[in-house]
């Protein structure tokens, strides 16, 4: 009867047991089904008020909403979530279920609500992010309405409201830019800031959201690398905003330019390691045909995975600034590297084979698995600045960089710069390329033979 007068009672009960560590008895969830009202039209602040303090609790959350979710308590508040429940995710990086994974990425947030103005938004906007997953068509999109429908039942004002839709329809928009983009070009800023229609707040709220989504995904997801690319560009985005000046192109540091010196003396590759926090690697090499094929081949022969490459040509020589991070163990002798790359460079080593035979040592084993998806080369113009964007979707493989790049290097391509994002299983490689003349303009007949190549490379 009480449950029956107090529309909120269902979620004090959830958020008392999250605060207290206690879990709710199973007579009292039983009886709580049996009788508690279901919340379809705009909510009472107080269930609102609930509602945040339960989604608040971190991790405690997880084990409230399961026993909610077993009684139909959940699905009765959310109706929107029977899409997601115990929906399989699409690719190996996620460990969770979508509906338990949302659950995680809240429990998430909650470690982060005192670096936003409003946390409330976030906590929702996290447990809401994927809600579209499951329905067809693109998830954000579909997320976006759905997201808005829950925040206009849950009572919010309608400004915020639209700020909730906003958050799922473009919670992958940092991510991606910052993985997939050069940070050091103004247009890569613009675009994120027009997105947004300068929203500070929404940037805000997308950056926590970031965060709370690759660490609830799995190990790894969240990394060093990716927290140092989302801030960079989040903290490039509020200068834009702000009026101020956007830092121009890094110059060569130091260390490139003394490896510059040094094989411009002798002939000879360098290689400088550097164990930061991503870790970086220094390549410099003559200035050929195929230099940033075997660079990346050979980073790839000792078990270094590359997320970022900056190219650069001081005189005659090429260098090439890697992020990488190993994939076994820790970071490789630099003697090594110069030692296989000189090989490499003057015939001696054959990477082709080399690689195919780490990649069948590292093959793995056990029954049979599901061929990969074909690899997809995707265009996108006037996301640059004097360059184009190849976008390449493929199955990781070890060398995947180092084929790739020397498709493009016999394509003629001019690269300027280089970003992987690997998700499980899954790769995204993404290349600014200039056309003839430095131009960014690539003509239809040269886009088809660079994608034709690039597809071969990556699919054999």
Same mark, same amino acid.
């Given at each position: ?10 979620? +004090? ?34 269930? /609102? ?20 979710? !077993?009684?139909?308590?959940?699905? +009765? ?7 997601? !429940?115990?929906? &399989? ?91 997939? $983009?050069? =940070? ?6 613009? +675009? ?45 985005? /509020? ?7 956007? &830092?121009? &192109? ?16 002798? @002939? $000879? ?10 870790? @970086? ?48 163990? @820790? ?34 084993? #056990?029954?049979?698995?599901?061929? &990969? ?18 976008? =390449? ?7 995947? =960089? ?16 280089? $970003? ?16 003839? #003349?430095?131009? #960014?303009?690539?003509? /239809? ?16």
């Amino acid at each position: 009867a009480s449950a029956a007068r107090d529309p909120a009672l269902v979620l +004090r009960v959830a958020a008392t047991a999250a605060r207290t560590g206690m879990p709710v008895a199973a007579g009292t969830l039983h009886r709580l089904a049996d009788t508690a009202p279901e919340l379809r039209t705009a909510w009472p602040h107080s269930a /609102r008020t609930e509602l945040l303090s339960l989604l608040g609790t971190g991790r405690p959350l997880v084990d409230v909403v399961e026993a909610l979710d !077993r009684t139909g308590l959940w699905g +009765r508040l959310l109706p929107e979530w029977g899409a997601v !429940r115990d929906l &399989p995710p699409r690719d190996r990086a996620h460990v969770w279920t979508v509906d338990r994974h949302l659950v995680e990425a809240c429990a998430q947030a909650a470690r982060l609500t005192t670096r936003v103005a409003r946390p409330d938004l976030l906590l929702v906007g996290a447990l809401l992010h994927d809600i579209g997953k499951g329905r067809g068509g693109d998830h954000s999109e579909v997320g976006e309405s759905l997201a808005v429908q829950v925040g206009q039942r849950l009572g919010f004002p309608d400004a915020d409201v639209a700020v909730l839709g906003r958050m799922v329809r473009h919670h992958l928009l940092l991510p991606h830019t910052a993985t997939r $983009r050069d =940070l050091e070009d103004p247009a890569t800023v613009t +675009r994120v800031v027009e997105t947004l229609d300068g929203d500070v707040l929404l940037l805000e709220l997308l950056e926590a959201l970031a965060e709370a989504d690759a660490l609830a995904t799995g190990p790894g997801v969240w990394s060093p690398w990716k927290r140092t690319l989302i801030h960079d560009l989040a903290n490039r985005c /509020r200068a834009l905003l702000a009026g101020k000046s956007l &830092p121009g &192109p890094t110059p060569p540091t130091a260390a490139a330019t003394e490896l510059a010196g040094a094989v411009e003396a002798d @002939g $000879r590759p360098q290689v400088l390691l550097d164990p930061g926090d991503p870790a @970086g690697a220094v390549v410099a090499v003559p200035d050929r045909h195929g230099s940033l094929a075997a660079a990346a081949g050979v980073l790839a022969l000792h078990s270094l995975e590359v997320h970022a490459a900056e190219l650069a040509t001081l005189g005659g020589v090429a260098v090439f600034t890697f992020t990488v991070s190993p994939r076994f163990g @820790g970071l490789p002798d630099p003697a090594l590297l110069r030692s296989d790359l000189g090989r490499v460079l003057d015939g001696t080593l054959r990477l082709p084979e080399a690689l195919a035979r780490k990649e069948r040592d590292y093959a793995p084993r #056990g029954p049979a698995v599901e061929p &990969p998806a074909p690899p997809r080369v995707l265009w996108f113009d006037d996301e640059a600045t004097g360059a184009v964007v190849l976008e =390449l979707r493929a199955t990781d493989r070890i060398g995947l =960089l180092h084929r790739v790049a020397t498709a493009l290097e016999d394509c003629g391509a001019d690269v300027r710069w280089a $970003r992987a994002s690997t998700l499980g299983a899954s790769v995204v490689d993404a290349f600014g390329l200039g056309g003839a #003349g430095g131009e #960014g303009a690539l003509g /239809r007949a040269e886009r088809q033979r660079i994608e034709m190549a690039v597809l071969a490379a990556a699919a054999g």
